[in-house]
T-cell receptor, first 116, second 109 residues
Framework: ETGVTQTPRHLVMGMTNKKSLKCEQHLGHNAMYWYKQSAKKPLELMFVYSLEERVENNSVPSRFSPECPNSSHLFLHLHTLQPEDSALYLC???????????????FGPGTRLTVL | AQRVTQPEKLLSVFKGAPVELKCNYSYSGSPELFWYVQYSRQRLQLLLR??SRESIKGFTADLNKGETSFHLKKPFAQEEDSAMYYC???????????FGQGTTLQVKP
């Protein structure tokens, strides 16, 4: 599959579980992002990586831990989540991290997470 | 503070009717604005960007700096336009996107 892929597409976990979400982009981009999409809130930017370095952490609880081993892969490690963390988690990538009208973000299909 | 506001959570129109999805922003400086769309069971994707001044799928959006608005318009809605639409602003400082709450457009036959 081309573009941005995410696995798994659906995940159900208990509050004591540890799981990881994976994102992979095949576009040769240098910036990657994690977003949270909840039913009643706008898209929330969680983390931003540029050239494998974290450049943004929007006050996200420590139970979410990102990892970017290389420019093509991004992980979100989950540990002792709460039911209110249930949401669609979207990964995105862009050519670079920077201000540009042409620096389009490409999104993955998302992982639907349910925390019981 | 940088903010994007989409006042309508749901907009329902009949096929062939004009559509206007509202977007207002708060930003100090020259903004870069976008509309993203998410069709049912598809991923979020870019619809159009204001700098291009283009028309995509019959949609246009004009940046009005005086009213700090970037409304999305289409003269004749089609059923396939039914989707979730997000207005977004690109931050000069960080390059990251700030999204509005989204508006669901429902086009009825």
């Amino acid at each position: 599959e081309t573009g941005v892929t995410q696995t798994p597409r659906h995940l159900v976990m208990g509050m004591t579980n540890k799981k990881s979400l994976k994102c992979e982009q095949h576009l040769g981009h240098n910036a990657m992002y994690w977003y949270k999409q909840s039913a009643k809130k706008p898209l929330e930017l969680m983390f931003v990586y540029s050239l494998e370095e974290r450049v943004e952490n929007n006050s996200v609880p420590s139970r979410f831990s990102p990892e970017c081993p290389n420019s093509s892969h991004l992980f979100l490690h989950l540990h002792t989540l709460q039911p209110e963390d249930s949401a669609l988690y979207l990964c995105a990538s862009s050519q670079v991290l920077g201000f540009s009208s042409y620096n389009e973000q490409f999104f993955g299909p998302g992982t639907r997470l349910t925390v019981l | 503070a940088q903010r994007v506001t989409q006042p309508e959570k749901l907009l329902s129109v009949f096929k062939g009717a004009p559509v206007e999805l509202k977007c207002n922003y708060s930003y100090s400086g020259s903004p870069e604005l976008f509309w993203y769309v998410q069709y049912s069971r598809q991923r979020l994707q870019l619809l159009l960007r204001h700098i291009s001044r283009e028309s995509i799928k019959g949609f246009t959006a004009d940046l009005n700096k005086g009213e700090t608005s970037f409304h999305l318009k289409k003269p004749f809605a089609q059923e396939e336009d039914s989707a979730m639409y997000y207005c977004a602003l690109s931050s000069l400082a960080t390059g990251k996107l700030i999204f509005g709450q989204g508006t669901t457009l429902q086009v009825k036959p």
